[in-house]
């Protein structure tokens, strides 16, 4: 395709290329400004004078945060919910959708056990009834409270069966031809070729379990129980009343006492909290658009 | 292995209890006192062996489960943590009666009540456990989940123990349901949750103002430590009254103060206060002309730039810092501002911010508002529970050591530095009440004839005097509270002196009993309330908006409340 | 027929799992709305406690705000609704005008960035950023004389702040659609059209837009289902009672009423109300999307 370069093409690229720069820069600068107020002093940060660079340039608030046991324990339960949490939903995903994905020729049944699935997504209880039923099958206080309830996102479930039947029939078709089983064909057929579209639910998957945060409060007894967002949400940490209350600081602890308050702190501890996400999710990006559009049109 | 059990022994209870109301379902006679009769049953079934002291350790270990109002302020020493510290140490080494923490939330965010709603929905609630509202109380009650003590109590609580029965009648009425005994009060006298206007020190200097007065004096010292740079930074950055974004709360940074001084008696969270006025009629106190009068009093402040305009932002968490770094030149707040939050600007700048009875009307008589001695805490106890006297005997052994103190050390061990609250019960703190006997042995200039937990506030006391304690103790804790310095003397002294003697207190009307209506909207009332108020303050409703909100309240279940209140708590 | 059901046993055991835990948490959780019909006392378990009918429901919409809760939910969901399709479907037109992928791939990546953050952070984010004194969104609007505004507790500001930070958390990612909805537009069309001498306004009045239209009539009939989700997280989070007038919505009354004033049959009773409507609009945009984009679930 050409593309005539007129002048007035050239003035809307300028000006598109600048638009988007600023959109762009409009989703990240709030993050700027947060991990500045993070690597500053606590001074210019009272007297309102960062902005987008970190004035007095510290860890401080990172170190003080990294050496409180109570963000750490809270980061590894989130770690673990999540690590759990998404394996089990990729496995029943998985599952689910091949079966339903067949045709009602293949798979008498589909009809029924798809709209089995599809009701749970158009009607919810409220949070008292589900609190009921976690606590009745003895969950409470242990991490399968923050997995199993969810443990099949129909959604996503529905995103990678209609992406199943999406994939060409006649590959299947040579597979059971080969005599090979169910199993056989999704794991070494079907799945191969999946990527896309697990990939994009497993990052869902990610971000649900990482960012959840009513169900660590709700269901968790103790407070070192909580996942880290249920933590960042109901703990507030003020650096001052630590210093105050704790009665043998450590050396390196006191250093930090004159660097940090709770405005530095708490840009730090959420800055902290996304950076899993923030790693993860450029290198599943590639996978969105096959994975979600093809999973979500009807093939 | 326990919570296992305990687990089994809850899905069958539950399990039954469906199937035995499910039979009587079209009867449909299900009613409180069924529940209240299960509740007698379970207590007394749970009877306990005879040679039984109320401190006789036990040959078996036993576990008593409890829930933790956790919060930052709580300090730990040598590594304690709430599964094990000096106290749990101490019940096992005593008692031989293991501690587990059921659940732990933070209690000041909304987490713990959270936690503990939840946990009452679903009949988990632990063997013991801490909480102050009363709706909650009523409803665990009528659902049976709380154990009916009055036996245990009687047969294992110690003598001294049992002596609060009689020193506080009123509180163990709050604790009752029908004349029987469902958890242990904390027992406050209440007097000290009055309002004082707390002003810092070193502004009133660096001013060279009077302590105000009046109401008037009071708006003219805020607009100048607004304006006339008290802290000397060169900044406008200072205000002259601190407010929270309750607006009318309990007396903690709020304007309790002022409505106070107009003459109307408040005290609590949303619209939970009621008496009779002169003429016998239940009032609100929210719906007065004195409301509407303090109301348009804050929208003045506001306007003149006296409130911080994000006070609608602040509660006791982000307030603290605020005071902390001097930004509020005064503050209403109670008889415990010295501990919290005046005592961190103190640790933190050497500053004493100090008590004053609250600046008048000069028109009307003021007035303060308690919550009745009836309600405030209770430990309660859960009806499943397999050992109430375990419970009891903690109390006990919590009696012997902080309260009796036989022994000055174990005292400071157990006690100061908020350590008592690391036991799951314990006697509230009615230290406040010691305040005559304190200022008697001051005049002395001896605290022999003091009871074994008072002499160590009588060393506090008098180190704040003399300004040889500079320590938390002395000026945080008690010290400053019993003052009887020149300046009208501490708080306990303002409340023991003046607002006493001018008949200044009137009690929550309504207490044990809650009218229906009240218990299923008073959120909603209280989000009615907060936005019409906040809305006054900042002008985004003109000042009559008031008279708009009162009739709305009425026509919400308000006037019900109130013909409910007039039945329930008839004039005597 | 007999190999054909043989063929069909490992496809039931492939979903007994999933069957076992829907029927447990979802179905399970179900049963639990009975209690919206009930006095519920949580001793006497979910069928014990005495049955009142719709005596709750009465008292839910007798509640002095409901009105209010009800009218701001709708108005805050709408609001989240057209900004969330037209801003998507705008920066996707303009994306798709860069060419070189490199530099596309970075814009992507920038604007996908909120989608993947919770509201408990990004709400302590703008608490930050928003606030009138310390925030640096007013520091920069009082360069121009304007403000302070306060974004979180001004009545007027509130909603329009709880719209516009959705917005701004999800366009990035909700224009993947249409972006891959672009890359399905026949080239050749683009062509011909240069030849007859269509600009590039043209071209995208006449070609482009109508080669999206049914994907953007197709998520503008599902997001109809949110109706009535405000969403809790962003506003829970961000709240205050200076603003409940115009910022409470269904689901936060719902979270006060019944985890915080252990009203929990009132509370069910309104989470009740909440899914029955919203279940009647996703049946009735479900058959739109059918009939409108011939788009079906399954």
Known sequence: ?299 | MKKGLTRVAATVLALSMAVACGSSNNASTASDTTSADANTQTGSSAAPPVDDGPLTPYAEPVTVTWGVQASQVQQFFDGDTYDDNRWSRLIKERLNIDLEVAFSADITTDAYRDKLNALLAAGDLPDLFRWADRNFMTQAYNAGYLMDITDVFNQYASEDVKKYQTAFPDSFAGASFDGRLYGFPYMNDNFHQAPYLWIRDDWLENLNAEVPKTLDEMVALALRFTFEDPDGNGADDTFGLALDKHIIFNNYGTATGILAAYGEPAYNQGMSFFYRDESGKITSPYTSEAMKKTLALLKTMYDQGIIDPEFITKDTATMEPDVTNGKYGMMYHMNWGTWHPFNFSYQQSGVITRPYAIPTDGANPYKIGIQSSKTGDIFMINSAAEHPEAIIKILNLYEEVCVQVPNDDDYLTYWDNEQYRLSPIYVGIPTELHTQELLDAFEEGSPDSLAGSVKPLYTQMKGFEDKTDITTSGYGAWGQMYSDGADGGGSCVIALRKYRPDGAYIDNIMSVDQPEIYMQNSSVWESMMETAFTDIIRGDQPIEYFDTFVSDWLNAGGQQCLDELDTLYPAS | MKVRTWREIPLYIMLIPGIIFVLIYSYGSMLGVVVAFQKFVPTKGLFGSEWIGFDNFKNLFTMPNIGEVIRNTIVISLGKMAGGIIVPVLFALLLNEIKNQGVKRTFQTLVYIPNFLSWVILAGLFVDILSPSTGIVNQFLGMFGVGPVFFLGDKTAYPITMVVTEIWKGFGFGSVIYLAALTGIDPSLYESAEIDGAGRWKQTLYITLPGIMTTIVLMTVLSMANILNGGFDQIYNTYSPAVYTTGDILDTFVYRLGIQNAQFALSTAAGLFKSVVSFVFIVVSYYLADKVAGYRIY
């Open chain 1, 1 to 299: 395709m050409k593309i005539k370069n007129s002048r007035g093409r050239i003035v809307f690229n300028v000006f598109n290329f600048a638009f988007l720069t600023f959109t762009a820069l409009l989703c990240i600068l709030p993050f700027v400004n947060l991990l500045a107020i993070s690597f500053s002093n606590k001074m210019p940060v009272v007297a309102r004078e960062v902005t987008f660079l970190p004035i007095g340039f510290n860890v401080a608030a990172y170190q003080f945060i990294l050496e409180s046991n109570a963000f750490i324990t809270a980061l590894g339960v989130s770690v673990q919910r999540t690590v759990i949490g998404v394996a089990v939903n990729l496995i029943l995903i998985i599952f689910t959708a091949y079966p339903l994905s067949k045709s009602d020729h293949e798979f008498r049944a589909r009809k029924y056990f798809s709209w089995f699935f599809v009701v749970t997504i158009l009607f919810q209880a409220g949070m008292i009834p589900l609190y009921l039923v976690v606590r009745y099958t003895g969950l409470m206080n242990s991490i399968w409270a923050l997995i199993l309830p969810g443990a099949l996102p129909v959604f996503s479930m529905l995103v990678v069966m209609n992406y199943m039947r999406s994939l060409p029939q006649e590959l299947l078709e040579a597979s059971f031809i080969d005599g090979a089983g169910h199993f056989t064909t999704l794991f070494y057929i079907v799945l191969p070729v999946s990527t896309p579209t697990i990939a994009t639910v497993a990052l869902f998957s990610l971000v649900n379990h990482w960012n959840s945060w009513f169900d660590g409060m709700v269901y968790m007894n103790t407070i070192d129980k909580y996942p880290l967002q249920s933590y960042l949400r109901t703990v507030v940490i003020n650096p001052e009343a630590f210093f105050r209350n704790a009665t043998n600081i450590s050396e390196a602890l006191s250093r930090y006492l004159g660097m940090v308050n709770a405005r530095t702190t708490n840009a730090a501890q959420l800055f902290l909290g996304m950076i899993p996400i923030l790693a993860i999710y450029p290198f599943l990006q590639k996978y969105f658009t096959t994975g979600l559009v093809m999973g979500s049109v009807k093939g």
